[in-house]
């Protein structure tokens, strides 16, 4: 047992805060503070910044592309790209479908969609939740019919994020309607968001914004060789990447970021605002979720560090990230008083006349706080995760 | 002490639940709340049909010389139906003030009319709900009196023809009225989350009409009336997304099994009721201290109900959301809705922190007077 | 409707604080305050005080021996009871079997039974629970067997309180083990606790006291006139008094007079603990507790006045009182400090050398703290009664 | 970074797993609890011959030189086990007093032998936790030291032969040695919530051996270490407490079903184990913290920890009670004994409150110094 960081790791921290320094632009680093869903032009700008450093998928196998650092490593790189304000890299091809590739591809698929992802020239979105289907992937409905050398595509998704950016999908599939889903009746087919066939509705959240979308199939034809793995591996496919899921979820850099950048806002609100905030109490919740967020980062580190593997942890550290991250947003939000209840357009935030005349960190907030809702329902509602605990851990 | 509605408390609440159609009016809500004012003028107009716009102007001022209780009744309904009609600003909150500082029964009968839509403006860019931090000043020029300074987030104040503009005059604070359309004055309107329209105003010498001077304590009843018309608005808001909800577990399929066997989903909704009942009892002791005992027992009663009232409002539709997992993060379910309304009331004339600390202040803090 | 307190209600008040000026004697008083069980000899004492007065069983109706006062001066009495630090009087007389036998009862019973229960001469205990059957009533296993003119009855009972101070039992048994609990299968049997057969045995709860018992019937032998009402109707008379007991439970008249204690001594606490106790976070807590109790009171109030009967609403307030009363208690303990740890001998408390050397509200705390965990499990569970609300309410 | 046991600590672990019998030792502790001392004597010559008295003495003073980790895996399974044994108190906290006022190797080989038993006298009446709130004074008094003052709830201080005791020595804070039957020295004991043995100390100019002056840091950092022992304490303890129950609900039948069928209630088990890996992980930092850097982090860190622990605590053994049910609540079941230890764990050397407001202080709290 060794609790320490090491001074190779502080070494470590150093090198990247250096080589960071400058490099997220500053209007990105703007936006990324403000709190909106990042849009797509940073998402890609910021992916090819990371990619001409080697860094694009530092949490990958350095076989694949990956930088072949600790897990430790990976966790303060990690870090100190939040703490320069970079937006979080898009998710769907480097956290999900490339370790889904490089796992389950052939080398074909590896060749044709990896080099892709780590440029940011291809986004992903993933197809798994359907309208009857939220927290329950087992009932998928949507059908991949073989036939020849293409599957025909059928049904509908729901709640896929960042449809609307994605050139690609890799999608859930039922492809034999007699077999459980857990038994081999669910396949994972990857096509461009261009075949024939596809709608893309957007999905307006109780935020305001636009970053998920409804989907969907009609009659869309999918090359056999865009099977991942073998037909009927689908529910296979989806455990893998809901594990690696709940701890990336955890989300720790960002929400070191967060509460650091809160801690600003209540002295700034404070001096500004003259006596009206109850600092105290303010400092009180910050304390506390300064406490709830380093047990929540030493989880984190027992878990990729340690890898007990154990469903039940990962479940935990959903749990207890997704209402930490709300409790943070709750926060910023009350810290700034009235200004609170505005709904500012993201549109409008170059404008020097915004309502309320707000200090620069206000505006996303309020949207940001009504979107996190989502973090407890997403990815395998709370209520799913103290199920899996309940089961898995004690046979419940 | 007695519970029960009186005869023309019955009448009323019957017929503010037939206008919001027993809760199947979010349509209609969401129509009117994509339109420019955030609401329905032809309802307005309807509402004056119904005598609601007199309700509560005096009757020696041609009006109903309704309670505060009365109110409620209407706004309860209006929560449920999350009608987003100015009817506490305009038609409870000005008519009174308005009432109270005499010399003004043609406005009140214009309001009554459905005719003139007036706002309160007091929130300023440091005043965090205090009402007597005001920095807008009023001073004497041309025989009467013009504003300097500015208000935020006036609440309903985008469609607003007329405001009440609290100022500085001299050492008190003063009450003053001006019409939206007044030289000088500069009105910035937008949206607030719960899709309401709410204004800045900024006066540059904008010339405004003496309502009352001296009118901290007026003021101060005045929007602790207002608060506690949001606490009925809020009460009526979480008995909808409660029910929305118990409706949504009996149908929704996960699992292979309806939402409704689902015993931590049920019990939440129970919670959800605990919490419910609560915040409506703390209503009823909230109307109760503003009908009469001190302005300090009353300050504390609104401030101890409003209190209930926000973490109940948080919970109740938070969780709403909660267990309609996806659908109720889509804007196009009603949900949601009730969960911004209520986030939007519980940061409306005073938000947690502040009714929190002026209760704390007013009760057990005031140690040194103890 | 009308909202307020009447000048009438005013001087009721003002009226029965002047009555009760004195009547509680200082010792009975302070180990009121004190909160350890109340002892026999109070309660009986206090009893026969009331019952002087005509005030045994105020919240009776006049002919059967109550005041005939409103359901708001009962309130107003008993908040005034507390406010002078009397003890709550022994419920299962006055609060449980005294209404069970003016509603159910033969006449011959009430003329035996209730005279002795107004002056506190005969005292009552309940058999419900079993080791079986917590929270689930339907399940009781006690057995009476008819037998000529007596029943025969076998089993055991658990969690009786206050049976080793009783008289008499009033005791819920199966008389039909064929039929359903719910559709006559129970009955309710009452009888003297010197019955042979009967062993009491003393259960000591989490907190070192003695208040709740287990109790053995080992073919105890109850006259068949001694049955209340009808055979088969257990299952109503117990209904009726759960109903009647999630209000009493909320306890509300005790409750704001343990606030007004608590903010006494954290006065106290922090004046002579020199800056140590943070006063403001107290003072928070106090102040949560106090709207809480508020709005325990007026739906207590709304419930009494207005009588909307619905289980629904009662069960609601269970859920609230007890986990008020716990968070007061725990408050309580947190504002002595390091002597809450300390485990107080009630036989000792009139030393002056107690351990710690407290101020005198510290000896009973921490035991009242560890004794009220009960509150959330019994008379049915927190758990139960959300699913009460759950069912009567919604249908769910 | 490495979160294994080394293979030492993985016997020492096996070791204490095995001594107390994998959780089925509730009859022991019971049986221990009511006699004399709330502990047992032959444990204790067991612990010695195990080793594990000495396992903290530096090698240098003839002990194995463990760490606090070390200590800590111990302290886990006593935890576990309901082992009231004054171990921290004793063989930890005051065995590394000793060994850094150096000159005491005589009583460290006592200590380890398990022929003395010594406790650390720091609370007094008005200190409420606070190590630098010292009344007890210490005076030159022929050629020695005595203390005039009092101490309170002593920890494992009943059974104790000496007692090490924090006094006031002109302006700095001194740590004295002196016997159980030291003239002058009054002791009252007593039973603690959680069945062990405390005392009140009262000194009448009782003659004492100064150990160590101006040991105001040296004793902040021992009562830290003390702290995180009762934290593994408490993990070991909210894991035994947590397997009771989920066995419990296995077995438990009510409304015709296994309590395990009751969604709320495994759902809250569930809950119940995200709070004790969040108590896991918290120990862990707490111990990396009090491994190295400055002594403000490590103030900090620990009472980040404790803050985790006490409120896990609470949450965890209460609803093992509340789990339970009715039987949870007697004296003769296990798990409220639990509850207890972890409540008497939450106001030693600090409470919820005493915590918060050191870590507060030391970082968020300190916006002079930011």
């Known amino acids: 047992m060794d609790l320490s960081f090491s001074p190779a790791d502080e070494a470590f921290r150093h090198e990247i805060r250096e080589a960071l320094r400058g490099l997220v632009p500053p209007d990105m680093a703007r936006r990324t503070r403000q709190g909106f869903h990042p849009t797509k032009a940073d998402l890609k700008l910021w992916n090819r910044i990371l990619n001409d450093h080697g860094w694009a998928a530092a949490h990958w196998p350095r076989e694949h592309g990956g930088s072949g650092w600790t897990p430790l490593q990976v966790h303060i790189f990690e870090e100190e790209c939040a703490a320069a304000d970079a937006p979080f890299p898009s998710y769907f091809g480097l956290r999900l479908v490339g ?64 449809a609307h950016y994605a050139d690609r999908m890799f999608c859930l599939v039922r492809t034999d309607p007699d077999l459980p889903p857990q038994k081999g009746g669910l396949s994972m087919l990857m096509f461009p968001m261009t075949t024939p066939g596809i709608t893309v509705r957007p999905v307006i959240t109780i935020d305001g914004g636009h970053s998920v979308n409804e989907i969907f199939f009609e009659n869309v034809r999918v090359p056999a060789e865009e099977l991942l793995g073998a037909e009927g591996q689908g529910w296979d496919h989806a455990k893998f990447l809901l594990a690696n899921e709940r701890i990336t979820n955890a989300h720790v850099p960002r929400a070191k970021r967060d509460l650091a950048l809160l801690k600003e806002m209540a002295a700034r609100e404070a001096a500004e605002q003259g006596g009206g905030l109850d600092l105290d109490e303010v400092d009180r919740r910050i304390a506390q979720l300064q406490i709830d967020l380093d047990g929540l980062e030493w989880s984190v580190l027992r878990e990729v560090i340690g890898g007990s593997g154990n ?60 979107f996190l809702r989502a973090t407890t329902i997403y990815a395998g509602s709370n209520e799913i995760q103290r199920g899996i605990i309940a089961k898995q851990q004690f046979g419940l | ?272 009721f605990v919490k419910l009942e609560n915040a409506r009892s703390m209503l009823l002791r909230g109307l109760a201290a503003a009908g009469g005992g001190s302005a300090e027992a009353r300050a504390a009663a609104v401030s101890a109900t409003m209190v209930t009232i926000i973490q109940a409002g948080e919970f109740v539709c938070g969780q709403a959301i909660q267990l309609h997992g996806g659908i109720g993060m889509a804007d196009e379910n009603a949900v949601g809705h009730y969960y911004k309304r209520l986030r939007a009331i519980a940061r409306t004339y005073g938000d947690l922190d502040f009714h929190r600390q002026r209760h704390l202040r007013l009760t057990v803090g005031d140690r040194s007077a103890a």
């Open chain 1, 99 to 162: 370790p889904l590739l490089y796992t389950f591809g052939s080398e074909a698929q590896q060749c044709r969609y990896i080099p892709d992802i780590l440029t940011g020239d291809t986004f992903w979105c993933q197809g798994f939740s359907e309208p009857s289907s939220g927290s329950d992937l087992a009932s998928v409905r949507t059908t991949a019919v073989r036939d020849g050398d293409t599957y025909v595509v059928n049904g509908q998704k729901l709640w896929t994020t960042e």
């Open chain 2, 1 to 272: 002490m007695d519970f029960s509605l009186s005869d023309e408390q019955a009448m009323l609440k019957d017929s503010v639940m037939r206008f919001v159609g027993d809760r199947h009016g979010f349509d209609k809500a969401r129509a009117h709340a994509t339109a420019a004012d955030g609401f329905s003028r032809d309802d307005w107009a309807r509402f004056a049909e119904l005598g609601w716009l007199m309700l509560m102007i005096p009757e020696a001022q041609g009006g109903i010389g309704g309670r505060l209780e009365d109110a409620a009744i209407l706004m309860e309904g209006f929560g449920r139906g999350l009608v987003a009609a100015p009817y506490a600003s305009t038609a409870v909150v000005a008519a009174g003030l308005l009432a109270r500082a005499g010399g003004a029964d043609d406005l009140l009968a214009d309001i009554a009319g459905g005719e003139a839509l007036v706002a309160l403006a007091t929130e300023e860019a440091r005043s965090r709900y205090d009402l007597l931090h005001v920095e807008t000043e009023a001073r004497v020029a041309d025989g009467g009196f013009v504003l300097r300074g500015a208000k935020i987030v006036v609440p309903d104040g985008a469609s607003a023809d007329r405001f009440i503009v609290s100022a500085r005059l001299s050492k008190t604070i003063a009450l003053f009225l001006l019409a939206a359309d007044a030289p000088g004055l500069e009105i910035r309107r937008y949206r607030t989350i719960d899709g309401r329209r709410a204004c800045d105003l900024a006066f540059a010498d904008a010339p405004a009409r003496l309502l009352m001077h001296d009118a901290a304590e007026t003021l101060s009843r005045a929007v602790d009336e207002a608060s506690l018309l949001l606490a009925a608005e809020a009460v009526g808001g979480m008995q909808a997304a409660i029910e929305l909800t118990a409706d949504y577990l009996k149908t929704r399929q996960q699992f292979g099994r309806t939402l409704s066997k689902f015993q931590v989903l049920t019990h939440r909704v129970a919670d959800m």
């Open chain 1, 311 to 370: 469903p039940a942890i990962a479940s935990g550290l959903k749990i207890i990230a997704s209402e930490l991250q709300q409790r943070m947003t709750e926060l910023a939000v009350d810290i700034v008083g009235v200004r609170g209840r505005i709904a500012y357009d993201e549109a409008d935030l170059d404008r020097n006349d915004l309502p309320g005349n707000p200090p620069d960190y206000v505006p996303g907030l309020a949207a940001r706080q009504l």
